[in-house]
T-cell receptor
């Protein structure tokens, strides 16, 4: 069973569209994250979320918003997509007190905005 | 600010050789972690070393940690073509409550 799963794996869309990427973890973890990986493989945090607190990286445009229907899901919604949003987006989760255990990553969603 | 930074950025070796990658970080930590990313895939956790540990082994992996120098190294012994991947070190940012990754080392193991 996949521990952290993301859908879709590939997403090609036009500028200006609104899209969502879904993420689910079956590990019972309390904390989930969204990272953006650019073409140089640099990983940048976008959001950190547990059932009590959402922390947003201040550099993330407000066109991006996380939505968590329950503890096992943290979806990423993007409004008014721009060319610069093209990247690979990774969902991750971790257990217990933050930072004391490893993170588990999904396979990534490659977003291409045309 | 980015905490972990690896060097070299890219490393190419022959199968059977050892590969060493280094990581530096800026703030105090409770642990440091190494991850591997195969092309087109997500990151996979390799090993975690706590701040009170100096060395840790897992199979062909050996990690060292020097908190006085704020640095860590990952050694892969007897490398295989399947070890070809990008390797990232990570620390935890208590302020931002997230894992902070370095830019990674791209390792190529040639058969």
């Amino acid at each position: 069973d996949t521990a952290v799963s993301q859908t879709p794996k590939y997403l090609v869309t036009q500028m200006g569209n609104d899209k969502s990427i879904k993420c689910e973890q079956n590990l019972g973890h309390d904390t989930m994250y969204w990272y953006k990986q650019d073409s140089k493989k640099f990983l940048k945090i976008m959001f950190s979320y547990n059932n009590k607190e959402l922390i947003i990286n201040e550099t993330v445009p407000n066109r991006f918003s996380p939505k968590s229907p329950d503890k096992a899901h943290l979806n990423l919604h993007i409004n008014s997509l721009e060319l610069g949003d093209s990247a690979v987006y990774f969902c991750a989760s971790s257990a217990g007190e933050r930072g004391f255990t490893e993170a588990f990553f999904g396979q990534g969603t490659r977003l291409t905005v045309v | 600010s980015q905490q972990g930074e690896e060097d070299p950025q890219a490393l190419s070796i022959q199968e059977g050789e050892n590969a060493t990658m280094n990581c530096s970080y800026k703030t105090s930590i409770n642990n440091l972690q190494w991850y591997r990313q195969n092309s087109g895939r997500g990151l996979v956790h390799l090993i975690l070393i706590r701040s009170n540990e100096r060395e840790k082994h897992s199979g062909r992996l050996r990690v060292t940690l020097d908190t006085s120098k704020k640095s860590s190294s990952l050694l892969i012994t007897a490398s295989r073509a399947a070890d070809t991947a990008s390797y990232f070190c990570a620390t935890f940012d208590n302020y931002g409550q997230n894992f902070v990754f370095g830019p990674g080392t791209r390792l190529s193991v040639l058969p």
